[in-house]
């Protein structure tokens, strides 16, 4: 199918849907994976931003339950409290008390963890990454964080490292793994093979310059040999994998993160193998490896 049929495909009375709340949102690439994947399966739904203030987050999940949604992206702010207004929950979502997706089945709401598992697929595939054995340290014990830890623990890491301002946050990060994870300092970092920047730096960065330094501040121990990430993918190149670059290590964004989180939704969201390819070539624009 060309990108052009795909683009007019139309919405009819048998049109379902899904889509992405959060606040921010309208940033957000998930509608162009997700209605790319879904034109590509040749499944007749749309997928949509939604921008759902703090507050709003339980009425947002019975209302698009209510409309017949088949399920939603959850991002910043809500994934901590999306767990909490599902009938079910995942083992991982049990685990880390924190989901980036719903999904509406026929009489149940079930909140799912794509997160983790996106990062160490994307790893593998496009950085030939095995956490098997290794060190590892994530900055930052938020939602996305949390899930990062448990993923590399059950991908057989050595270590997982959880560097974090709030103690407490941290120790709940390390609470997901443990016997693997730990809470650690900056000092930790120089030491891991995989550092994974899982807090909000990135999306700060451009209007606090505090949020650059402190950016810069964490990249500054990294070195040749290792592998860097920022979970996010706007802008493309954070200060964080600029300063990561710039000393000799590896890096990557969050954006094939994100293509392989999302590929599990769709394949929540339809019952469907995701078009991993296709999903891809609408990003087209952006760096893959």
């Known amino acids: 199918m060309t990108d052009e049929a795909i683009r007019f495909m139309p919405i009819t009375g048998a049109t379902e849907f899904a889509g992405v709340i959060g606040d921010p949102v309208a940033h957000s690439l998930s509608p162009r994976l997700h209605n790319r994947a879904y034109a590509a399966l040749g499944v007749d739904m749309r997928y949509g931003t939604f921008?759902?203030?703090?507050?709003?987050?339980?009425?947002?999940?019975?209302?698009?339950?209510?409309?017949?949604?088949?399920?939603?992206?959850?991002?910043?702010?809500?994934?901590?409290?999306?767990?909490?207004?599902?009938?079910?929950?995942?083992?991982?979502?049990?685990?880390?008390?924190?989901?980036?997706?719903?999904?509406?089945?026929?009489?149940?709401?079930?909140?799912?963890?794509?997160?983790?598992?996106?990062?160490?697929?994307?790893?593998?595939i496009n950085r030939g990454f095995s956490a098997n054995g290794e060190r590892c340290v994530v900055l930052g014990a938020g939602g996305a964080a949390r899930a990062i830890v448990l993923a590399l623990a059950r991908a057989g890491a050595g270590e997982v490292i959880v560097v974090n301002r709030s103690e407490r946050r941290g120790n709940e990060a390390t609470a997901v793994a443990p016997g693997v994870a730990r809470l650690g300092t900056h000092d930790d970092i120089a030491g891991a093979t995989l550092v994974v920047n899982a807090t909000s730096l990135a999306l700060q960065q451009g209007t606090e310059e505090s949020a650059r330094g402190d950016a810069r501040r964490l990249a500054d121990t990294l070195h040749h040999g290792q592998i860097a990430v920022d979970i996010s993918y706007k802008p493309t190149k954070p200060v964080f994998l600029e300063i990561a670059e710039e000393r000799g290590a590896t890096v990557r964004n969050g954006l094939g993160m994100l293509v392989h989180q999302a590929a599990a939704q769709v394949q929540l969201f339809t019952g469907f193998e995701a078009p991993i390819d296709e999903m891809w070539s609408e990003l087209s624009e952006f760096e893959r490896s």
């Open 51 to 124: 921008c759902v203030p703090v507050g709003q987050l339980q009425a947002a999940i019975l209302g698009a339950r209510a409309l017949g949604f088949r399920g939603l992206s959850v991002t910043t702010p809500h994934k901590d409290e999306a767990a909490r207004y599902a009938d079910q929950r995942s083992d991982d979502v049990e685990l880390l008390g924190a989901a980036n997706t719903i999904v509406f089945l026929s009489s149940v709401v079930v909140a799912e963890s794509t997160d983790g598992q996106g990062l160490i697929d994307d790893l593998a």
